[in-house]
């Protein structure tokens, strides 16, 4: 086994070795060491590290028009980030997405890689900082506190995109059940009791429509990440900045993604200013509060074979039990649950982050940065586990739905309005009591004839208002 070999890095505690092939250096090094907690690593999330190239770049390019960078080196910077912007060095990106530092090992980790990579392009060895400095050049004009949460916004905007495409998917997949089941009489329910007939389309179609709404609550709230705070430096004073670079890093930051980015009107507060993540995360809470309600209803529609509601199949992915020969569990709306469960965890911890800041900046940033990037993604993921593993392989049981709309104590609602509420509730209370049909009591009692009642009683009647 090879030796691993080393370079000598220092910064303000000292000096510290570094592996000699790392792109990072000193400050990730301490970020590494320090920082032992979640095993979730920056190159875990994609999106982030492209965000922050992007940053990077753009702070480059503006610094360059500036003046405030020479040619030569402008272009190393922006040859590394586009390299990292199509997907190279990611594996250099290795800081616990937790940590304390308000994301300073973060901002550190990137200002590293892209110095060490332009370094590399310029023609000089890894380390050799006074050609190309990860503070003086490739941080020029920035702070963690602007240039952290710019990237963070950014990927989180990358990520909304995915999230509602594979909602889009959802949705169209509980439409086209809606389409297949249009025509199943079914029983709804209310409080879990008997309540009304229904079609299985009404039901699904509704699922569809209510999910379809949190397509708009989440762009609506993604909006609000657009502004950024690029030129605020330390606390939003442009410390260190040249005058001009907000508006230019902006502009570039738009020209590069193609999205329209605005810079913050007051810096000082938009910098500490955690309102748009606390906004977003209860976007992604309601869309989780609705996704676990639908699963809820599936399992209870599903629910049986024999002994539950039995009205839905869902398709069974693996055996459900050690000990019980037979039995299959709804085990992807149970996952799905879950998953929202830790989404709706997660806001509350952004929440307390959120509320934590003090003064001129808020130094809780790391958690919800790594709370929102495990929502988004598992969000994700799990919808699109819902939609191929659960929802597509559905199928209804038809002829079992029919049968408990026929034997309901329900279908008295439809009566009231040619009998009375009165003489209503006297009939259903009777037919609860000695198991008896509402129909044959009806009939029995000369309420109304056969034909009357036929029409009346006739489920496909009761799916819409009646003249």
């Not at 090992?105 to 060490?116: K, Q, R």
């Not at 963690?144 to 949705?171: C, Q």
């Not at 309600?293 to 539950?308: E, H, I, V």
Request: glycine fraction near 6%; charged fraction near 25%; charge should be negative.
């Amino acid at each position: 086994m090879a030796e691993e070999k080393f370079r000598i890095e220092s910064d303000l505690l000292g000096e510290l070795q570094v592996p000699a092939n790392a792109y990072y250096g000193v400050q990730t090094q301490r970020g590494i060491n320090n920082y032992k907690i979640s095993n979730t690593k920056m190159s875990d999330y994609p999106e982030f590290v492209i965000s922050i190239a992007y940053v990077k770049l753009a702070a480059a390019e503006a610094n360059r028009a500036l003046g405030q960078l020479d040619d030569k080196v402008a272009d190393a910077i922006s040859q590394a980030c586009r390299e990292i912007i199509d997907g190279k060095f990611h594996e250099n990106f290795p800081v616990d997405m937790i940590q304390g530092g308000a994301g300073t090992s973060v901002n550190m980790n990137a200002n590293e890689v892209i110095a060490n990579r332009a370094l590399e392009i310029m023609g000089y060895e890894r380390g050799d900082y006074q050609h190309c400095s990860p503070n003086d050049h490739v941080n020029c004009a920035q702070s963690t506190n602007d240039a952290y949460p710019t990237a963070i916004r950014y990927a989180f905007i990358r990520m909304n995109k995915g999230l509602v495409e594979s909602l889009k998917s959802l949705i169209e997949t509980f439409r086209m059940k809606a389409e297949e089941f249009k025509d199943v009489i079914k029983m709804g329910r209310t409080q879990l009791q008997d309540a009304v007939p229904m079609t299985a389309g009404q039901e699904f179609g509704a699922f569809a429509n209510n999910l379809e709404e949190e397509i708009a609550n989440l762009e609506r709230n993604v909006r609000l990440l657009f502004e950024i705070n690029m030129g605020g430096t330390a606390i939003g004073t442009g410390l260190n900045a040249t005058p001009g670079f907000t508006d230019l890093c902006t502009a570039k930051m738009s020209e590069f993604t193609g999205e329209k980015f605005l810079a913050a009107d007051d810096l000082v507060e938009a910098t500490p200013d955690t309102g748009a993540y606390v906004s977003y995360s209860a976007a992604l809470k309601r869309l989780a509060v609705k996704l676990s309600k639908t699963c809820n209803d599936l399992r209870l529609m599903a629910s049986g074979p024999r002994c539950g509601l039995h009205e839905i199949n869902l398709p069974p992915m693996a055996p459900g039990s050690s000990i019980m020969p037979g039995k299959v569990n709804p085990v992807i709306p149970e996952v799905t649950n879950q998953v929202c469960f830790k989404v709706i965890g997660n806001d509350t911890a952004i929440c307390f982050a959120a509320e934590a800041g003090q003064l001129q900046l808020n130094v809780m940033e790391p958690v919800i940065t790594e709370c929102l990037f495990e929502s988004i993604t598992w969000l994700t993921r799990v919808i699109d586990t819902l939609k191929e593993k659960c929802v597509k392989g559905i199928t209804v049981n038809r002829e079992h739905c029919l049968e408990m709309v026929k034997n309901s104590i329900g279908i008295v609602t439809a009566l009231n309005p040619h009998i009375g509420y009165k003489n209503s509730t006297k009939i259903a209370k009777e037919a609860l009591e000695t198991n008896r049909s509402v129909y044959d009591l009806v009939l029995e009692k000369g309420i109304l004839t056969k034909e009357k009642l036929d029409e009346i009683l006739d489920p496909a009647n009761m799916l819409k208002p009646q003249v």
